[in-house]
């Protein structure tokens, strides 16, 4: 019950503060673009050369602002809004009209999760392993390599490294597709033939946060472990004659895992960082591409949907994270 009322009670408060101040950016901001999302859609009709008559154009607009939830005040847009969040309703796309927003997030998140899922996995468990190793033993000719390598990776923006595996791999060798998440005219079926299709578009965008991740995880990791170096139980160990491999992985891993799993936890939240740009360079219909066309067309329903979804999705990572602490470190239960 101590331990309820002094670290578990006060992270749930603040989980729900922060997922409602997340919110309530994600509404707020994009109504001090400029730009108008449904004078542009008009715009946009009358410059394919269809007329629009003045009474037509103000019922045309009256209409696309109730739907798009722009009707009113500000405060009655936002009334409206948390009216229809609670109800699970987040309104119709004007990138894709009459698309409902749940209907284009639900298409595009499977491939963000299975594109994020993996790579942030591999990088994470890569980084920790190889990062744990040359921390313990930071004198191999090997682990100098890879702190050049690291340090030559890990600065590259994102775009700039995808560009570079898109131009290697898809037009100078062409041995994979420069974009898309499958083939054109493919359905998604349950065979190897179809999967491997998807392997194959999938394989450079996870190569490019795989990579990056991996070097940033190898980095982290291994100034971790330099520190843990340092302390008794490390030293006490090496003295009394365990094995290298042991203390590696029994005592000085298990140490780091704390804010290394953190790292984890936050790198969840990479959809308006790297997988974002990724997905827009590789043209994989995520929900980084979803956002990019949703910010283009000023889809303030798209924008919000994915944007809240989101907050949702990395408020509650950290939540997590924060809950199971207590399992990887027996001194938070006895604080």
Not at 15 to 25: E, K, M
Not at 144 to 151: E, G, K
Not at 187 to 194: A, D, K, N, V
């Amino acid at each position: 019950m101590q331990l309820f009322k002094r670290y578990f009670l006060p992270r749930l408060v603040q989980y729900l503060l922060v997922t409602f101040l997340g919110i309530n950016a994600a509404f707020f901001i994009p109504r001090l673009f400029p730009s108008d999302p449904v004078l542009e859609t008009i715009g946009a009709i009358r410059s394919q050369g269809t007329y629009l008559d003045p009474a037509t154009v103000e019922e045309f607009i009256e209409d696309l602002r109730e739907l798009y939830g722009l009707e009113g005040t500000l405060g009655q847009q936002y009334t409206s809004f948390w009216k229809r969040l609670f109800r699970g309703d987040l309104g119709i796309s004007l990138f894709q009209f009459p698309e409902p927003v749940l209907g284009l997030i639900g298409k595009a998140l499977p491939w963000t999760v299975g594109l994020l899922l993996t790579s942030t996995l591999a990088s994470w468990l890569l980084g920790l392993m190889v990062g744990g190793i040359a921390g313990y033993r930071p004198d191999r000719p090997w682990v100098r390599a890879l702190d050049a390598l690291s340090m030559l990776i890990r600065p590259l923006p994102y775009y700039i490294f995808a560009f570079l595996l898109l131009i290697l791999f898809a037009y100078v060798l062409p041995w994979f597709p420069l974009g898309g998440g499958s083939s054109i005219g493919w359905r998604p079926e349950p065979s190897l033939r179809f999967l491997g299709d998807l392997a194959r578009h999938a394989f450079l965008p996870f190569l490019s946060l795989t990579v990056l991740g991996t070097a940033s995880m190898y980095q982290m990791t291994k100034l971790v472990v330099q520190n843990l170096n340092a302390e008794e139980f490390v030293q006490y160990a090496q003295l009394g004659g365990v094995k290298g491999r042991v203390i590696i992985f029994k005592y000085v891993l298990r140490n780091a895992m704390l804010p290394l799993f953190t790292n984890l936890v936050l790198s969840l939240g990479q959809i308006f960082g790297g997988a974002l740009i990724t997905e827009i360079v590789f043209s994989y219909p995520g929900l980084g591409t979803l956002t990019y066309h949703a910010v283009v067309s000023g889809d303030y329903n798209l924008i919000l949907g994915v944007t809240t979804i989101s907050v949702v999705a990395v408020t509650t990572g950290i939540l997590f994270s924060d809950l199971v602490y207590p399992l990887l470190d027996p001194r938070v239960r006895y604080r």
